[in-house]
């Protein structure tokens, strides 16, 4: 009788989203929060004397993104290829307007903030999801002739502009990942391994080259001996790996980190992860871990299922959600490690700040939104 009662509850919410999906969202962001509050309870009740300030603010965040994606999911997948390109331009332009002087905020050298009113948000962040949603509605218009040099170019020419914009800011870390996000796209939608293969080569010396003309980028790629410059660059990572050595296997225990005590300056941000670490341990790191490998899994099984009833822009759609959240969260966990250079990069749904957490909730809508009319399609076909 109660497996009944199961059978009946999940044929009724199958139709509108995968509840193990939906279970698998609810533990990471759950999870999220906890580790959050952790990371930050200490600069909270230093800094505004209320010891869940920051945790209240990304709640806040949350229940915003769920409003706002209530909306999303009013729109269909097609309703999202359709209107890709107003989407795109309109956060295009903000990435113009957040580096005109006078407009856009700077904190720490850096101009990526519009703020008004008290709240400040990151065009950047949002600008990232809305090129990977014009990308795939791209590929999927050209997919018949992604081979051909003049349609590769396309978006090679979009990435480059948008990569202009983004290194005015300057937002080195934002134009890697859309750079390896469409080097990934293009290699799925089967374009030709030479004209890979020379992006990939282009890409390489452009970076190469930036790095080289800038003190600031270079002088990070001393990450391998971060302790032999402990008191410049090298300060952020060498406390984050004696924080993740200091957790061990078992870890300190939940809320028992030292090294988030004033002694790593972004414990709530870029570098929660080497706090997870040393609390939790290695089975903490490794839950953690295990909790992207199935979100991501998932966004491949929903974009499978996609190309297999022809949905071909879902299926790109949902390959390029999974590869945009994997990519950041294996860049921040790489470098809290030290094996990538330092760089400002959130992980997502942990490190609190408001446009990466909106924007990680809105690719979970599209996610659920994808599902939804993926398993309406296979309703129609011989596809169950």
Not at 188 to 196: E, G, P, S, T, Y
Not at 205 to 217: G, N, V
Request: include cysteine; charge should be positive.
């Amino acid at each position: 009788m109660k497996n009944d009662k199961k059978n009946s509850l999940n044929n009724i919410i199958k139709p509108f989203f995968d509840l193990n999906f939906f279970f698998l969202i609810i533990t990471i962001i759950l999870f999220g929060l906890l580790i959050l509050t952790s990371a930050s309870i200490d600069i909270s009740s230093r800094n505004y004397n209320q010891p869940f300030y920051f945790t209240f603010r990304q709640i806040g965040h949350l229940l915003f993104s769920i409003l706002i994606c209530c909306f999303f999911l009013q729109l269909s997948s097609e309703d999202l290829r359709k209107y890709n390109k107003l989407f795109f331009l309109f956060f295009l332009f903000s990435l113009i307007v957040v580096i005109i002087p006078g407009l856009g905020k700077t904190v720490n050298y850096s101009t990526r903030w519009l703020s008004y009113g008290g709240f400040n948000i990151q065009p950047s962040e949002f600008f990232k999801l809305f090129y990977i949603v014009w990308l795939c509605a791209y590929l999927d218009t050209n997919k018949k002739n992604i081979y051909r040099l003049k349609f590769f170019m396309i978006p090679v020419a979009v990435f480059s502009v948008s990569s202009l914009l983004l290194l005015l800011q300057p937002d080195f870390g934002s134009t890697v990942i859309i750079f390896l996000i469409t080097f990934i796209m293009l290699y799925v939608a089967r374009a030709k391994i030479i004209h890979l293969f020379t992006l990939l080569l282009f890409g390489s010396l452009s970076a190469t080259i930036l790095i080289l003309l800038s003190d600031e980028r270079l002088s990070r790629f001393k990450f391998f001996e971060p302790c032999s410059n402990y008191s410049g660059d090298g300060y952020h990572l060498c406390w984050s790996l004696m924080a993740i050595g200091s957790g061990g296997v078992l870890g300190k225990g939940l809320g028992a980190s030292t090294t988030k005590l004033s002694y790593l300056p972004e414990a709530h941000t870029d570098f929660i992860f080497a706090i997870l670490a040393e609390e939790l341990g290695i089975f903490g790191v490794i839950f953690t871990i295990v909790l992207f490998y199935l979100f991501v899994k998932k966004c491949f099984f929903v974009g499978d299922k996609s190309f297999r009833l022809g949905l071909i822009f879902q299926g790109y759609l949902s390959y390029a959600i999974g590869i945009f959240i994997a990519l950041q969260a294996f860049l921040n966990m790489s470098v809290n490690i030290g094996i990538v250079p330092t760089k400002g990069l959130a992980l997502p749904l942990f490190s609190y700040g408001g446009s990466n957490y909106l924007v990680s909730i809105l690719s979970i809508a599209i996610i659920l939104r994808i599902y939804r009319d993926v398993y309406k399609k296979s309703m129609n076909s011989s596809l169950r």
